[in-house]
């Protein structure tokens, strides 16, 4: 005598099992030490302003470099430096996007690359860490404070090299940038998230 299962059941089944077998993240103290370059392809800088009160309109930055000294024991020996080209920038209208690169915001064809190399990493938490440094912006350089959350590290399965992530926060006056177009229809604060990865030296 066969029995049939409905198929809702069968999914379920499946999912506890994908479920079980799946390898938890390590604890960021189990990451690997050493030096790390930045996952162009797989790091996002995201940025948000309020916009004439209504919304808070985002855009983004691609393309990042730079290199990451890692030492998970001793996090306060880590440091980090970045660069992004600011030519990269989206949003969700062309128009806007090309205005932004002008002199009027931007001017990327003065000032193509903003910068943050960190000076000082304390540890707040099993998983967090605060990343104080200095970040380059439209030929200016001010102190800013990144909050750091540990995500995952691993090999990635696609190009088998170790990889490690992590999400932060931050948030900066645009206008001590020299970029005050707009303000305050267009906020002067501007709210940074970003997705970070880095791929481990061979």
Do not use: C
């Amino acid at each position: 005598m066969s029995t049939s299962f409905p198929r809702p059941f069968l999914t379920l089944v499946g999912l506890i099992f994908v479920l079980s077998t799946a390898q938890a993240a390590p604890a960021f103290s189990a990451v690997e030490q050493g030096n790390y370059a930045v996952d162009p392809n797989h790091t996002q800088v995201v940025f948000s302003v309020l916009h004439l009160g209504f919304t808070n309109y985002a855009g983004f930055f691609s393309n990042a470099s730079g290199t990451l000294a890692l030492d998970p024991a001793q996090p306060a020996q880590s440091r980090l430096s970045v660069s992004i080209p600011v030519g990269s920038i989206l949003t969700p209208s062309t128009k806007l996007t090309e205005e932004l690169k002008t002199s009027e915001w931007f001017d990327v064809a003065r000032y193509p690359k903003a910068e943050f190399v960190s000076s000082k990493i304390t540890q707040t938490g099993t998983d967090t860490a605060d990343i104080e440094g200095q970040f380059t912006l439209h030929g200016i350089t001010q102190p800013l404070t990144l909050h750091a959350r540990f995500i995952g590290a691993g090999q990635n399965p696609m190009n088998k090299t170790y990889t490690v992530g992590f999400q932060a926060t931050g948030e900066l006056k645009r206008s001590t940038y020299g970029i005050k177009t707009y303000v305050p229809l267009v906020a002067d604060k501007v709210e940074l998230s970003i997705a970070g990865a880095f791929e481990k030296a061979k």
